[in-house]
């Protein structure tokens, strides 16, 4: 019934915006044009009359209201639409130009958030628009271009995204939010620049988007419980990642622990990454630490993704520390206290760059368990003479397969090999999960 409705005043926003419905007619919901309220295209810092108008749509009487920003290219500082809005009525923004941060001395753009809803139930943003961060000429600061904290029941639909920052897609402490039909691009070479990232929140569907950044396509991190991600073709970036997990110390943020479950990605295409699907967490923190940092990863699915040309497709990576920035030796005497449970790969399709597809590297602490793969059939690239990494036009090598302190069932591995065999190491510890010769 709720999706009924949000589907209804979604024609109601399209209808009224067509028929230019503008603010100071009182015959129904009214379209808040920030024209109106004195923004205007060019090169100063529109933030006053963009707040002015969503404060006029937030505390209409009339219910169902939007805020309107036409064709053109507009300048904002740092902003923050914050809520509730007058009974809880559904509110729409509809952005049909291109919003850029400002760049003069005078106007203030955070190290945190550029665009921010806070605090707003049934809230609709959508357009033909598009949110440029402005990344490639200024980032100082990680600054995630729209960040959605505290915020229910809420759509972000059709508009795009380019050159953040930070992440571009930042869901916060909210629940009920879907993602749809975005199209998110940054240069392959930009750090920390996610296209969604998920924290803290339950029930949320990322769904038909096009991603492609220099880092992860969609990460959802800590605090995340029933999430999907569907339909979305991700590439250049890091790939579709669970974590990282087990960064930091319990506190009454994270409830005494990183814990992610629920997730489900299926339907999606993952071409010329440097990962596929993956889990990622960090190494136990020094022993000297009186509170160390673990938490739970469990009752994950990734099915039905195809891969194109993939560095390394499937990644369960408890070793993760990136730029070094764990210190010298880092998983030696310190494995992740992060457990990894009921976790399944499922029908992941396609072609890898390297030689090693499978890459199931987990904690001597806490060993995963649970870990089913299922028809998997991924061929193997890795820039021999003739072959094609991509497309994949001939029969590639076998993929091998590296399997640390694992226990699970791999049916999926026994059926397709010798597409993916395992990779042999004596040194190895745990109980490994290796495809049978039977």
Known sequence: MATVLKAVFF???VLLYRGHDVHGQNNGAAVHDVTVY???????DNKRAFLTAWRAACGSTAGNATVLVPEGAFVIGAVEFSGPCRDDAPIAVVIDGVLRPCASDGCHLSSDAWITFSHVSNLLLTGAGTLDGAGARRRKHKTNTLVLDGVASATVRGLAFTDSRGFHVSIHRSTHVSAQSLRISAPATSRNTDGVHVGFSKHVSILGSA???GDDCVSIGPGSTDVLVSGVSCGPGHGISIGSLGKHKPNNNNGGGDEVRGVVVRNCTVKGTANGVRIKTWPGPPSSS???????AYNITFEDVAMAGVQNPVVIDQHYCPHGSCGGATARGRPSLVQ???VVFRRIRGTASGEVAVRLRCSEARPCSGVRLDGVDL???AGGEGEK???GDGEGRPCKALFENVTGKTPGLQAMAPRVKPVEDDDEE?????????
Do not use: H, Q
């Open 11 to 13: 024609v109601v926003v």
């Open 38 to 44: 004195g923004a205007s295209p060019g090169s100063k």
């Open 211 to 213: 991603i492609g950044t």
């Open 290 to 296: 009186s509170a160390p940092a673990g938490g739970l």
């Open 340 to 342: 990894i449970s009921e």
């Open 379 to 381: 061929r193997c690239f």
């Open 389 to 391: 990494e991509e497309d």
């Open 430 to 438: 745990g109980e490994d999960l290796r495809p049978s010769d039977s």
